[in-house]
């Protein structure tokens, strides 16, 4: 079990994990609480942190599936007992873990009779198969089943469209969701002269994170949504999409500004809660970062150019690169 601890105001915030367990390998429960609360607060954490579990956390699924001189998806294989359709349902089901960034591409290459099932699918190395006994196909005869397989990585759902189709290939509906449920209850006892909570979070995962890395993620994503208020506010707020480009004029806060020693202790605190992984850094210098435990720009700033150096597979180019990002952050204001 697990128990962190979180000064606030007068108040020790303490979490642990009180339950956990694996039904299966695509089913994991955990139960976490934190306490103790101020009267109100469990309920804005509980909410807010549901959201973020089912809602913010990113997943990798088989997005697309490709076929040789298939028609459409109702086609049938001779020789295989199920039908194109049916051998995407069984595709959709797949859970993967990665850390992947963009697409990448994986295939079946299957020569009957047997089984096809998920233990068969070749795939790049930096992703990872939950449960290699979900099964695929069923091969009758000794022919050859080859697929072209599409995996991405991505946040909520994507339901495929009737005119998704590029070169023979069908797109497949990718529930990116790791969490499977969350729910959380509030328990409300007398401290003293003080009403006080216990927030009871339960969490589900589909097997490619365990509860408590859910946790984690959510906690992070919410920080992160946040971040932007502990900055200056713009003058000039400016976006830009498809369809509008607005500059809006804004109110600044009227007052003094900080004195120079605050101003410094938010920065740190800022650089504190922004991730390596918010840096636009390439896949293999986030890996090589990681496997350090440098995980914020913090974590950076603290390391010197040979410190840096030090880590493996890490070359002077991304080094280069590294603290050109970090001169970037450290001049925002």
């Known amino acids: 079990m697990v128990r962190e601890k979180v000064t606030v105001s007068t108040r020790t915030l303490q979490w642990k994990c009180v339950e956990s367990r694996a039904d299966s390998k695509r089913l994991y429960y955990g139960r976490f609480i934190l306490a103790p609360l101020m009267k109100g607060q469990a309920d804005t954490i509980g909410i807010a942190m549901r959201r973020a579990l089912l ?80 099964h695929i196909a069923n091969l009758t005869e000794p022919i050859n089943l080859c697929i072209e397989l599409q995996i991405e990585r991505n946040r909520g759902y994507r339901i495929k469209t009737p005119n998704n189709f590029q070169d023979g290939s069908y797109p497949i509906d990718a529930v990116f969701m790791p969490v499977r449920n969350a729910n959380h209850s509030i328990h409300s006892y007398v401290n003293g002269n003080e009403k006080q909570e216990i927030l009871f979070i339960e969490i589900w995962t589909n097997g490619s994170l365990t509860p408590k890395e859910a946790l984690h993620e959510a906690s992070r994503n919410l920080i992160d949504l946040f971040i932007p208020f502990l900055h200056a506010e713009e003058e000039n707020f400016h976006f830009e999409n498809n369809q509008h480009k607005v500059t809006l004029p804004l109110f600044t806060f009227h007052g003094k500004l900080a004195n120079p020693s605050r101003r410094k202790s938010k920065k740190e605190m800022t650089l504190k809660y922004i991730f390596i992984d918010q840096s636009e850094l390439p896949p293999r210098v986030y890996n090589c970062l990681k496997r350090s435990n440098i995980h914020t720009l913090l974590d950076l700033l603290n390391n010197s150019q040979e410190d840096l150096m030090k880590i493996k597979h890490l070359r002077i180019q991304d080094v280069k690169h590294i603290l050109n990002i970090l001169e970037i952050k450290k001049n925002f204001e």
């Not at 697309?64 to 039908?83: L, M, W």
């Not at 697409?103 to 047997?114: E, L, M, Q, Y």
């Open 55 to 134: 809602g913010e956390i990113e997943g990798t699924c088989i997005t697309r599936a490709k076929f040789e001189k298939i028609p459409h998806d109702y086609s049938t294989f001779v020789g295989i007992q199920e039908s194109v359709h049916e051998i995407l349902m069984n595709l959709k089901e797949i859970v993967l873990r990665s850390n992947l960034y963009g697409t990448r591409n994986a295939s079946i290459c299957f020569k009957g009779p047997g089984y096809v099932t998920a233990q068969d699918i070749i795939l790049p190395p930096s992703i990872e198969i939950i449960d290699n006994t979900q």
